[in-house]
Every structure is written in structure tokens, then in C-alpha cells.
């Protein structure tokens, strides 16, 4: 995944691009779990970190949700908004609270 991201910035591919589901690379990364990628996405100056895709999701949505910890605090640490709500009207902490080290550092959200 990241050979093939590293190719597609170095052909000049927009990192903030949507797809059908108004999903960026950094959502596929998120969600997915993949760190280097994620890692890679967050240095690049101009990469948005809180994007809402068509379900109203965010990045930290995504990675809430599939209970990956590591991303989840990368991207708190780049100063991604924990406060947003989906379509369902769910917070990252909403997604995420099933997974311990997730809830923890999503704790701080109250509905």
C-alpha cells in the first residue's frame, strides 16, 4: 500500500481526492488500519484530517470504528475534531467506544 501510495503523490494525485463514497486515501488508511500509509498522508502539508464522506464520516471515524488505537491518536495529534457527528449523529467515541484504548482516547466526547 505504500509503494503504491508513494507512486500516486509522486504522479502528482491530489491527497485530498474524493471517490464515490466521498472517501479520501486518508479514510481507506484509517479504516483499514494501515500506519505507514496513515503516517505517510499525515506529513503531507495541505492533507485534510477531517473530512466527512457521504455517511458524514470523518477519518477518526473510521478508525474508531474498526478499533485502531495507534491511528486514532495520530490523528488527535494533528488535531483532528472529535467533536463531529455522522448521518447517524454518532461521534468517533460513539464507534470507537467498544474498543478500550480507542474509548479512552475518545473519553472526553459527551453527547
Same mark, same amino acid.
Given at each position: /500500500?505504500?509503494?503504491?501510495?508513494?507512486?500516486?503523490? *509522486? /504522479? +502528482?494525485?491530489?491527497? /485530498?481526492?474524493?471517490?464515490?463514497?466521498?472517501? %479520501? $486515501?486518508?479514510?481507506? $488508511? *484509517?479504516?483499514?488500519?494501515? @500506519?505507514?500509509?496513515v &503516517? +505517510?498522508?499525515?506529513? @503531507?502539508? #495541505?492533507? &485534510? @484530517? /477531517?473530512?466527512? #464522506?457521504?455517511? !458524514?464520516? %470523518?477519518?477518526?471515524? #473510521? =478508525? $474508531?470504528?474498526?478499533?485502531?488505537?495507534? @491511528?486514532?491518536e495520530?490523528?488527535?495529534?494533528?488535531g *483532528? #475534531?472529535?467533536?463531529? +457527528?455522522?448521518?447517524?449523529?454518532?461521534?468517533p467515541? !460513539?464507534?470507537? =467506544?467498544?474498543?478500550?484504548?480507542?474509548? %479512552?482516547?475518545?473519553? %472526553?466526547? =459527551?453527547?
Amino acid at each position: /500500500n505504500l509503494l503504491f501510495l508513494e507512486e500516486c503523490l *509522486a /504522479n +502528482r494525485v491530489s491527497v /485530498n481526492g474524493l471517490d464515490k463514497s466521498g472517501s %479520501t $486515501a486518508l479514510h481507506w $488508511a *484509517a479504516s483499514g488500519g494501515h @500506519i505507514e500509509c496513515v &503516517e +505517510r498522508l499525515l506529513s @503531507i502539508p #495541505n492533507v &485534510e @484530517i /477531517n473530512v466527512q #464522506n457521504k455517511l !458524514d464520516d %470523518t477519518q477518526l471515524h #473510521n =478508525s $474508531a470504528w474498526k478499533g485502531h488505537h495507534v @491511528i486514532v491518536e495520530m490523528l488527535l495529534d494533528k488535531g *483532528a #475534531n472529535k467533536m463531529i +457527528r455522522n448521518n447517524e449523529n454518532q461521534y468517533p467515541y !460513539d464507534l470507537g =467506544s467498544k474498543h478500550p484504548e480507542v474509548g %479512552t482516547l475518545l473519553k %472526553t466526547v =459527551s453527547g
